[in-house]
């Protein structure tokens, strides 16, 4: 059975740094990407950030570049997603996925992780 | 605002049919067969219902169907349940090129009267 369990959820100020982590289970973790997906407290998802197998390869939404990393421990089975410079905005649900084939779409879903920038 | 316009609500009795509309652009949904669908239940993760525009992972009903037409893409629930009613999102993948990558659409909820 797959698993995916995201921690490091905070409340937060802003400027301030996270660093979310998300343990994989059930699958063969090494040999899929993975992507980040956030949801607003009442609003819809937003696309985040993703990882090739490898994590040689990493992508970003616009609204995070620059400020987020995205990485991956294969041999540890989890993956990351370093929060520097947060904002308000940023205020979120994280969600860990799976991707079935990089960003084509998302197969398996965490239960997320809430973090809170707020001063 | 979302890439991805979805109607913000629709609603049906049960075993009705209700179709869920998603339009994007050339650059999206009118590219490439990517569209996949999401149900979210409250407080709950996003659920894959629908991949590649008309597939349907294992285990979802068969009253869920997918569909496309240029740059909108749709998803047809048909004979509604109680338990359907939730929350629908469409995804694009958006290509590598333009550096968007994927999109969301801003979701649609689902009432079951």
């Known amino acids: 059975e797959v698993q995916l369990l995201e921690s490091g959820g905070d409340l937060v100020q802003p400027g301030g740094s996270l660093r979310l982590s998300c343990a994989a289970s059930?699958?063969?973790?090494?040999?899929?990407?993975m992507s980040w997906v956030r949801q607003a407290p009442g609003k819809g998802l937003e696309w985040v950030s993703a990882a090739s197998p490898g994590g040689g390869t990493t992508y970003y939404a616009d609204s995070v570049k620059g400020r987020f990393t995205i990485s991956r421990d294969n041999s540890k089975n989890t993956l990351f997603l370093q929060m520097n410079s947060l904002r308000a905005e940023d205020t979120a649900v994280y969600y860990c996925?799976?991707?079935?084939?990089?960003?084509?779409?998302?197969?398996?879903w965490g239960q997320g992780t809430l973090v809170s920038v707020s001063s | 605002q979302s890439a991805l316009t979805q109607p913000a609500s629709v609603s049906g009795s049960p075993g009705q049919s209700i179709t869920i509309s998603c339009t994007g652009t050339s650059s999206d949904v009118g590219s490439y067969n990517l569209v996949s669908w999401y149900q979210q239940h409250p407080g709950k993760a996003p659920k894959l219902m629908i991949y590649e525009v008309i597939r349907r992972p294992s285990g979802v009903s068969n009253r869920f169907s997918g569909s496309k037409s240029g740059n909108t893409a749709s998803l047809t629930i048909s004979g509604i349940q109680a338990e359907d009613a939730a929350d629908y999102y469409c995804c694009s993948y958006a290509g590598r090129s333009t550096f968007t990558y994927v999109v969301f659409g801003g979701g649609t909820k689902l009432t079951v009267l």
């Open positions: 059930g699958f063969a973790f090494s040999s899929n990407a």
């Open positions: 996925a799976k991707d079935e084939e990089m960003l084509y779409y998302f197969d398996y």
